[in-house]
């Protein structure tokens, strides 16, 4: 069994900052690429941000310069560092990993989603 489990959601006011991090645990033999996606009301889930395991990383054109992706191969976790924060990035924010288990299957895991508000 693999778990993503994310933490960090909270409600800011406009202009503020927030860090969510996503924690993979169970049985993981090595991880690939890492993201966050996210899901307004009414939207569809949109890419927010992905990193390899080698550190590459790709953004949404929306969060370019104010959102920071970044994970921790040694704790198996991902970091989301967002500043600026805007109303239109509230939504629920979750991550993904494609992970392969130590029984050399691979999968696409999500976690459960935490809850970002920006509001004043």
């Known amino acids: 069994q693999v778990q993503l489990v994310e933490s960090g959601g909270d409600l800011v006011q406009p202009g503020g900052s927030l860090r969510l991090s996503c924690a993979a645990s169970?049985?993981?033999?090595?991880?690939?690429?890492m993201g966050w996606y996210r899901r307004a009301p009414g939207k569809q889930r949109e890419l927010v941000a992905t990193i390899t395991s080698g550190g590459t990383t790709n953004y949404a054109d929306s969060v370019k310069g104010r959102f920071t992706i970044s994970r921790d191969n040694a704790k198996n976790t991902v970091y989301l560092q967002m500043n600026s924060l805007k109303p239109e990035d509230t939504a629920v924010y979750s991550c993904?990993?494609?992970?392969?288990?130590?029984?050399?299957?691979?999968?696409?895991?999500w976690g459960q989603g935490t809850q970002v508000t920006v509001s004043s």
């Open positions: 169970g049985s993981i033999f090595s991880i690939n690429y």
């Open positions: 993904n990993a494609e992970i392969k288990t130590v029984g050399r299957s691979q999968y696409v895991f």
